[in-house]
Every structure is written in C-alpha cells, then in structure tokens.
C-alpha cells in the first residue's frame, strides 16, 4: 500500500546475527522474466523511506511477468481495467494521495502494448492483497491466483469497498480460482519456511510478515544465474533495505513489530546474499534492472 497516515514510533529493526546462508536456487530451474510498468513517477526519496539524507525516489507501481515452461505467471497484478472507478470509489483521502487514473495504465493495457495476451496468464501470486498489487486479478480470466494462508485469513472478514487497504471486490471477481498455500517447505536463507511453486526452484514464495501477516516475497532465478527477490510493500525502497529503516508512512503496516523483524531480515539477506537482487514493489530503480516487456 503506497499512502498511508503517519503513525506511532515503530519498534527497532533488529537486524539477525547470523543468517544460515544456503544458496538453495543454485539448481533451480532459470526462466525469463521482465517488467511491466504502470505508473512512475519521480519523488523526494524522504517520501519512500525515514530517513532525511537528499536524493529522488523513482516511485513505481508495476507487475512482475515469469515465463515458465508451465504458463505465464504474474506477480502483483496491479491497475485493473476498473483503475478510475476504483479510485472515484475509494473516497476522496485515496485520490488526494494517489492522484487520478490519467498517471495510471492498466495492466492488460500494458501486456497488450507488449505483445502479451492476459488469457494466457495462468498463474498470479500476490506479496500481499492492498488494492495495488490485486487490481487486475479480475482481468486474467485463465489465471490461478495462489495466495498465502495468512493473508486469506486477514482479509476474509474484510467487506468493505476499501477495507484496511483492501479492495475487496478485487480478491471477490478471482475467488473461484483462487488457491491457498502453506510456507511448508525448508527455511532459506533465514526464511522461515517456502513454497516452491512449481516444484523446480523457478519460484518459491518465502514468509515476510508485518506490512500484512501473510505478506510474502518471491525468490525467483533468472536467466544466466542471477537471482531476485521481491519483497513487496516491507520497505517501498531498496534504501530501506540497505540503511535499514522503516517507511515514512505506516499506517497500513498491520504489525510494526513483526514488519520490524522482516526489514532486519532483508536487510541480513542482502548482507549474505549480495549477489540476488532485491526488489521491492515500488522501487522504479531496482526493477528497472529487469528488461521492461516487449514485443518481439
Ligand atoms: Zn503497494
């Protein structure tokens, strides 16, 4: 969730001392992946991230595609085709913050640009379910959307139009394909349990509780051995990881102490693992060192 209020103190990152470093995707499976941008936009970088040093924060809402040998898969299907009636209804607090749908393009616009047809998405994953990673859920007719255990729970209850974050019509148009899962796989790299989703180490979800309680991120091997994890909304920026430090704004974090922990734990992560690429959702600079999806 990108606005939120400004909220009470968070308690202190503690950062692991040690983190079982086990480089587990050496075998997996490496597929393509590229980038599909539907909002950017050039930002104060104190805006993404508390901390006061100068510089620009290249804010982005974008979609993650892997092409694997099983199908099409999306991470984060962002703007729907319904982006401008999702905002007008969202109530006017959401639209001073995130402005209108001209800045904005859906996602099956964007695939179609790039020469990639939205029925042969077959698979969609989420890092959590705000309203700006499921908008386009309802637009990938063909795709199973697996979601974590946790994260169904929390917004079960929800029925709001715009409910702790959630847009909760988003997760009702894909309900009938949707699937849950469990983190029951091995620890990795100081991940508490995995998911592998295809059974070949291609994509496997990890456990990063906090922004939401079933928030996840995705480790994901591309072509030539490089590695990438997309860690979602836990900081909105690759200097929170680094510093590390909290969001400036955190009203949407549901559990400060639990978020707390799994920025100390990225922030481990990419002390250890310096050679995977770590992606948080809204970070413009870190995913645009994914080839941007194109047409052949
Ligand atoms: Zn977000």
């Not at 599909?36 to 809402?61: K, N």
């Not at 913050?97 to 964007?110: A, I």
């Not at 030539?224 to 979602?232: I, K, P």
């Not at 920025?263 to 994914?290: C, E, T, W, Y």
């Amino acid at each position: 969730m990108v606005f939120a209020l400004v909220a009470c103190a968070p308690p202190p990152i503690v950062v692991p001392d040690a983190l079982v470093v086990e480089r587990t995707q050496r075998s997996a499976r490496e597929v393509e992946l590229c980038v599909l941008f539907q909002e950017t936009d050039e930002r104060p970088s104190w805006q993404g991230v508390a901390d006061t040093a100068p510089g620009t924060w290249s804010y982005a809402i974008a979609s993650i595609a892997v092409k694997h040998p099983a199908g099409l898969l999306i991470i984060d299907p962002a703007f729907g085709r319904s982006i401008a009636d999702d905002l007008h209804h969202a109530g006017p607090v959401v639209m001073t913050v995130m402005g209108d749908e001209r800045t904005k393009t859906p996602l099956v616009n964007v695939m179609e640009a790039a020469g990639m047809k939205p029925t042969d998405v077959r698979y969609a994953v989420l890092t959590h379910s705000h309203w700006d990673h499921t908008g386009a859920l309802g637009d990938l007719p063909s795709a199973r959307v697996l979601v974590a255990r946790g994260e169904l729970t929390w917004v079960s209850p929800f029925t709001g139009f715009f409910d702790h974050g959630v847009m909760t019509h988003h997760l009702k148009r894909a309900k009938e394909n949707m699937f849950v899962f469990d983190f029951k796989g091995p620890a990795i790299d100081g991940f508490a349990g995995s998911f592998d989703v295809f059974g070949d180490g291609a994509v496997v979800a990890v456990p990063l509780p906090g922004h939401t309680p079933g928030s996840t991120a995705f480790l994901v091997r591309g072509k030539g051995g490089v590695t990438y994890l997309f860690s979602g909304d836990t900081t909105w920026t690759s200097r929170g990881v680094v510093l590390p430090a909290h969001k400036t704004l955190r009203a949407f974090d549901s559990d400060l102490e639990a978020l707390s922990s799994s920025i100390g734990l990225l922030h481990a992560f990419q002390k250890n693992r310096p050679d995977v690429k770590v992606m948080p959702a809204h970070d413009g600079a870190a995913l645009s060192a994914l080839p941007q999806c194109a047409a052949p």
